[in-house]
Every structure is written in C-alpha cells, then in structure tokens.
C-alpha cells in the first residue's frame, strides 16, 4: 500500500520524509489554503522537495468541463510528470476525465461518497479514486465499507484502477483499509505521527537501554561497548 501524506505545508512534509517511508503527497484547495501561501509558489516547493519520480496529487478548482481541463494544463506544465490532476467525481468532473484521460493526463477522482461515484471514475479514465473516509462517516454511513467496496468493484470489473483513500481521523481506520490491501492511503501529518505512537513501545526501549548501560556503562551502546 502507498502512503501519502495529506498537507502542503513544506515544514510538515520535510518533518515527515525525514522519518516515515513516503510515496507522495496529495494537497487539496482547502488545505492550500490552510498554508497560507500562493498555490504555486508552494507546490513547486514541494515538487523540487519530493523529487520528481514522486507522485504529487493537484486539485483543479474549475466547476465545469473545460475550466478544469485548462487548470489541468496548467498543473502538469508547472509540476512535471508524476503530477496527478485531483478532479472531482461530478457530472463536469466525469467529462473532464474523459478529456484528460484521452490527452494521456493521470487523474485522481477525488471528493468520493459513493461507489457509483468510483465507477463511473474507473470507467472515465481515473488512475486512482480517492473516496473520504471520515467524511462518509460524518454522513452517518460507513466510510470504511464504502471503501472496501469500491475495491471489490475494481477487482470485480477488471479496472486497473486503483484507491487512494483519503480523509482519515485515527490509526484504525488507516489499519483496516491496509490490512485489505487497498492501494494508497493519503494521511494527514497528525494521524501519520500517530500510526507509530505508542508508549508502552517507548518504555520496552527505555528498560533494553537501561539493563545495557547496566552492564556496560552510561551512555554505553553496540558501538562504543567491550
Ligand atoms: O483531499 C481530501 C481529504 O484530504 C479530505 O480530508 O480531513 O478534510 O476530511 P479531510
């Protein structure tokens, strides 16, 4: 399973990278916004940071066909390859990928409630469907299911494409999707920090350190011990 994170903000990701083992990261308009920065300027900062064999996931803003498309243009010319174009699976979003799929663009779909919404996607062109977890859940159904399914429609009919989950609150959720192989999940900073967190971890190293030093010597370890 790939993992992304979900942020624009370069400290954050440096942070990250800097620890985990990262594929990509995904951005949408709202958390542009959240950064504070131009959209641009930042994501440009991010590709030059990931490198560009990296996947890095761009949200057209355009509510209509032709509108995304030239936002689409726009995001492959300034980002490179490896630059997914985030269209939103709407009935404009479904003609858009239609376009894009035909002009050789990658397409995420993103903004998913439904499986219908995936497979009209799959069919459309998308090379990953990005349904939000959280997000169904806060609608009072089950983002986890709805995921899941979507996964068996892709298996099912034979798509190639693949899911990008998105929108997660806890380290559960990120394990269940994982745990049925599905494809990529994007995480927030927060929820990655907490897929390793746990104290009763950090305690089991703190007692092997002490029995150590115990035997050797403070600050003794494998390099510098008898
Ligand atoms: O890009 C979509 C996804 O990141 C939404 O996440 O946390 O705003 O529900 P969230």
Do not use: W
């Not at 624009?8 to 949408?28: M, S, W």
């Not at 939000?132 to 983002?143: C, E, F, K, P, T």
């Amino acid at each position: 399973m790939k993992l992304m994170i979900d942020d624009a903000n370069l400290e954050n990701i440096k942070k990250i990278y800097e620890f985990f083992p990262i594929d990509g990261v995904t951005t949408n308009p709202s958390i542009l916004a959240k950064n504070k920065k131009q959209p641009f300027e930042v994501l440009k900062e991010i590709r030059e940071f990931i490198g560009s064999e990296a996947q890095l996931h761009v949200q057209v803003i355009a509510e209509d066909a032709d509108g995304m498309r030239q936002d689409a243009d726009r995001i492959q010319k300034e980002l490179g390859n490896n630059t997914y174009i985030k269209i939103p699976a709407t009935k404009e979003g479904l003609k858009a990928m239609k376009m894009l799929y035909e002009e050789g663009f990658f397409i995420t779909a993103t903004a998913i409630y439904t499986q219908m919404q995936a497979f009209l996607a799959a069919k459309a062109g998308a090379e990953y469907v990005a349904p939000y977890v959280n997000r169904i859940d806060n609608l009072g159904a089950n983002g986890i299911r709805t995921t899941k399914e979507i996964y068996d429609i892709f298996k099912n009919n034979g798509f190639k494409t693949k899911v990008l989950a998105a929108s997660f609150k806890n380290s559960q959720q990120v394990l269940e999707l994982c745990t049925y192989g599905i494809g990529a999940c994007t995480v927030s900073p927060d929820v990655l920090e907490g897929l390793i967190k746990n104290d009763t971890v950090a305690m089991a190293v703190k007692a092997f350190a002490r029995d150590f030093e115990g035997l050797c010597g403070t600050g003794k370890t494998m390099a510098n011990c008898n």
